[in-house]
C-alpha cells in the first residue's frame, strides 16, 4: 500500500499495514512472541497479586520484605507493598557495584556547547553521596521537599538521586517553566531548599535560571525558600545573596564520598510533578518508591528489550516525568548506561541527534513524533549523512504518532530493521502502560497496540459501559497498578473524584480515568485519539487550555480569553486564543505581541500562543458558557457546523470571521 497524504492526524483510524519484528530480534528479545506475551498478560489476570509479587521479589532489592502486595482497604488511596523497606538510589547504583557493574558506564553526558563526560556506577555513586552529603549539611531532611529547576547536565541526576537516597522529595520544574510558574510550583509543594544553575544553553541562546529563581522568590516565595544551591553551568556573572544562596562546588568541594542510603518505606513519598489538567492550576502528582521503582524498573526491561550492551539514549527533559522513568530511574535501576543531552535539533544544527547517536553508538532511541515530523520536514538529506547504523530499537511518546512519521521513522531512521515502540503513558501512570512489546507485537503504524502485562485497559461510554470494538470512548484502566499516582499534592479530594470516580462506579469498583479517547479495533490494537479534556498537547507538552485563559486575563487589557487548540502538522496542536478586552484598551499588533509575552512570563515559552484574535463577540451560550467548539472550528478555519441554536447572539458569528 503506497501512504496516502491524507493519511495524517485525522486519519489515523483507516491505517491497516502491519510491521512483524525481524526474527532476529524476536529470537534475542526478552519476550519473544505473541503468546508469551499473552501468557503473561493472563498470569496477571489470574492472580494479579502472585504476578507483582513475583516481580517485587525479583527485581527489586529490599532491605526489610513486605507483607502486603496490594492494600486496597482505603481505595482509591491504594498501597503497594506497605510494610516493605528499600531506597530507590540503592536500586540504581549500590545494588549494580555489588554484582561487579561499578566500571560500567551509567551516565553518558553530551554538553551543548560540545562538551562532554561519563560517569560509570561507582562514580556516580560517589557524585549522588557528595550531592546527598551537600544536602544534609544545609538542614535537609527526611521529607523535605526540594526543588531542581536545572538545565539538563549530570548534576540535574545527581540531584534527584541524593534526594532520594536521603528521603527528600524532588520537585523537579522544567527550566523553560517562568519565573511565575516557578513561584507557584515552590509554594505549592512547600519547598524549602531550590537547586539550580546560573544558566543554562537552549538552542543557541543562554537561558538565566538563577534569575528566574530570584524573581520567583521576590514575588512570595522567598517566605518558604531557605537555601538555594547554585551549579556554575555557563560561568556568568550573577547575583548571590550571600545569607541565602550557596555555590553547589563550594558546598560539594569536601563532603564526604559516602552517604548511607535511608531506609525508606514503600509509600514515601519519591517525588512530587505537577502537570496540566482542565482547571488553570497546576497538579502535583505524587509518587511513592516502591511501586515507581518497580513499574519505571519493569516498563523499562519489557519495552526497551535492555541488553547489557545497550546505549540508550532518551531525549526527553528530566523536568518531564519521561525523563525521571526513563532517563533516570528505569535505566538505572536495570544497570543500564543512559545518555543525556543537553542540546536540542535547532535551525543551526538539524543533524544534532544524528551526531550523538553516531559518536555514541546510541542502540535504543526514544524521542517524540513532533520532533520526528520536525525532521521529516527538512529532508532525509540530514539523517543520511550520519552513520545510524548502531540503532537496533526506536520508541516515540508523548502524543499521537501519525502514520506518516511512523514510516519515516521506520525507513529513514530505523533503516527498516528497527522495530517501533509506541509508547501510551502519562505523569500519572509512572511508566509505560501500552505498547508493543518490540520482540512479540506486529506493530500497527499510528497504534499503542496492547496494554502491557499486569494493566488492564478497556474503552467505555459516558456511563461507563464498555463499547463496542471499533467504537471510539474513554479510556479507562480496570486495576490499580504498582507506579499509579498516589494522590494529587493538597488536594485527595481532586485525585478521588476526577481519576477514579469519573465514571459511575459499578459493583463500586473504581476504575481510572486517563483523559484520552481511544478506540480497540478488531484485531484487539489501541488507537489514542487524543484529550477529551480542555488540555491541549503543543509538540508534546500537556498544557490546560484553562491555564493560558488564566495568564491571559491576568494582564490588564483582556476581558474574557478563551484558548482552544488547532491542528499542526508538526507540534500536533498549536494554541489559539481569543481575546476580548476591556473598555479602554485597543486592539493592535503591538497589544498582541505583548500579550503572547505576557503569557511567556506567566507560564514559560511552551505556553506562547501561535495566534491570538481579538474580538469583542465571544459565542456563548444563553447561560454565559463560551461555545468552545465553535471557537475550535473558527481557528482551524474550517465551516462551522452542528447546533447553534443555543448561541445567545447569532451574530457574534459573522463578527468573529471577520476578526479572525
Ligand atoms: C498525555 C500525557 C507519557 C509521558 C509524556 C507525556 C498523551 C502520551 C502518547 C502516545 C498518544 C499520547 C496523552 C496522555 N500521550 N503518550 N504514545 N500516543 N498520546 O506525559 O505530559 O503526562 O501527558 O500525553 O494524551 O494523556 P504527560
Not at 174 to 189: A, C, T, V
Request: with cysteine; aromatic share 10%.
Amino acid at each position: 500500500m503506497t501512504l496516502n497524504k491524507k493519511n495524517s492526524i485525522n486519519n489515523i483510524l483507516e491505517e491497516s499495514r502491519i510491521f512483524p519484528p525481524s526474527k532476529e530480534f524476536s529470537k534475542n528479545a526478552l519476550i519473544k512472541d505473541f503468546k508469551e506475551l499473552i501468557k503473561l498478560k493472563e498470569a496477571a489476570k489470574k492472580d494479579s497479586n502472585k504476578f507483582w509479587d513475583d516481580y517485587a521479589k525479583s527485581e527489586i532489592d529490599w532491605f526489610e520484605p513486605y507483607q502486603t502486595v496490594l492494600d486496597d482497604k482505603n481505595a482509591p488511596f491504594f498501597k503497594w507493598f506497605p510494610e516493605g523497606k528499600l531506597n530507590i538510589s540503592y536500586n540504581c547504583i549500590d545494588r549494580h557495584i555489588k554484582n561487579g557493574l561499578s566500571d560500567k558506564t551509567a551516565l553518558i553526558w553530551q554538553g551543548e556547547p560540545g562538551d562532554d563526560k561519563t560517569f560509570t556506577y561507582s562514580e556516580l555513586l560517589e557524585e549522588v553521596c557528595k550531592t546527598a552529603n551537600g544536602l544534609k549539611s544545609i538542614g535537609v531532611k527526611k521529607g523535605d521537599l526540594v526543588c531542581i529547576y536545572m538545565p539538563m547536565i549530570p548534576e540535574a541526576m545527581f540531584a534527584m538521586l541524593a534526594c532520594a537516597r536521603i528521603g527528600a522529595q524532588h520537585s523537579v520544574v522544567f527550566g523553560g517553566f517562568s519565573s511565575e510558574s516557578l513561584k507557584e510550583r515552590l509554594i505549592d509543594g512547600n519547598a524549602k531548599f531550590v537547586i539550580t544553575a546560573d544558566g543554562g544553553y537552549r538552542k543557541d541562546k543562554e537561558i538565566e535560571l538563577k534569575n528566574a529563581v530570584d524573581l520567583a522568590l521576590e514575588a512570595g516565595a522567598n517566605e518558604i525558600v531557605e537555601k538555594v544551591i547554585v551549579v556554575q553551568r555557563i560561568k556568568k556573572e550573577i547575583y548571590m545573596d550571600s545569607s541565602r544562596d550557596l555555590w553547589w562546588h563550594e558546598l560539594l568541594q569536601n563532603q564526604d564520598k559516602w552517604c548511607e542510603p535511608e531506609i525508606m518505606n514503600s509509600e514515601d513519598r519519591l517525588f512530587v510533578l505537577y502537570t496540566s489538567g482542565s482547571t488553570g492550576k497546576p497538579k502535583g502528582v505524587v509518587h511513592t518508591t516502591a511501586g515507581y521503582n518497580l513499574w519505571s524498573h519493569l516498563t523499562f526491561k519489557w519495552v526497551f528489550d535492555i541488553k547489557k550492551d545497550d546505549i540508550y539514549w532518551c531525549t526527553a527533559d528530566v523536568g518531564w516525568i519521561t525523563g525521571h522513568s526513563y532517563i533516570v530511574y528505569g535505566p538505572l535501576s536495570n544497570g543500564a548506561t543512559t545518555l543525556m543531552y543537553e542540546g536540542v535539533p535547532r535551525a543551526s544544527n538539524l543533524g544534532a541527534f544524528w551526531e550523538v547517536i553516531q559518536k555514541y553508538k546510541v542502540t535504543i532511541f526514544y524521542t517524540a513524533p513532533t520532533a520526528i515530523r520536525s525532521f521529516m520536514k527538512s529532508g532525509r538529506e540530514i539523517p543520511d549523512k550520519y552513520d545510524l547504523s548502531s540503532l537496533r530499537l526506536l520508541g516515540t511518546v508523548g502524543e499521537p504518532i501519525n502514520p506518516e512519521a511512523w514510516i519515516w521513522y521506520k525507513n529513514v531512521i530505523g533503516k527498516d530493521k528497527c522495530p517501533i515502540v509506541d509508547t501510551w503513558w502519562q505523569t500519572e501512570t509512572g511508566g509505560i502502560m501500552v505498547s508493543p512489546l518490540p520482540g512479540a507485537v506486529n506493530a500497527k503504524p499510528g497504534s499503542a497496540t496492547f496494554s502491557l502485562p499486569g494493566i488492564e485497559v478497556s474503552i467505555v461510554n459516558k456511563d461507563g459501559e464498555e463499547v463496542n470494538s471499533n467504537e471510539g470512548g474513554y479510556l479507562i484502566v480496570k486495576k490499580p497498578w504498582p507506579g499509579m499516582m498516589r494522590t494529587i499534592h493538597g488536594d485527595p479530594d481532586r485525585f478521588k473524584k476526577s481519576y477514579w470516580e469519573f465514571f459511575p462506579m459499578k459493583d463500586k469498583k473504581y476504575v481510572y480515568f486517563a483523559g484520552d479517547g481511544a478506540r480497540i479495533d478488531s484485531d484487539g490494537y489501541l488507537w489514542i485519539m487524543g484529550r477529551v479534556d480542555d488540555v491541549i498537547s503543543v509538540s508534546g507538552h500537556r498544557l490546560g487550555t484553562m491555564e493560558i485563559e488564566s495568564a491571559l486575563v491576568s494582564h490588564e487589557s483582556v476581558a474574557e480569553a478563551a484558548v482552544v487548540g488547532r491542528k499542526d502538522s508538526i507540534k500536533g496542536e498549536s494554541i489559539v486564543a481569543f481575546v476580548s478586552l476591556e473598555k479602554n484598551f485597543q486592539k493592535s499588533l503591538n497589544l498582541i505581541n505583548e500579550l503572547k509575552q505576557h503569557v511567556v512570563n506567566e507560564i514559560g515559552i511552551i505556553a506562547k500562543p501561535e495566534k491570538i484574535i481579538i474580538s469583542d463577540a465571544l459565542p456563548k451560550t444563553r447561560s454565559g458558557k463560551i461555545m468552545r467548539r465553535i471557537l475550535r472550528s473558527l481557528a482551524s478555519g474550517q465551516k462551522i457546523s452542528g447546533d447553534i441554536s443555543t448561541l445567545e447572539d447569532s451574530s457574534v458569528l459573522e463578527k468573529l470571521k471577520e476578526d479572525s
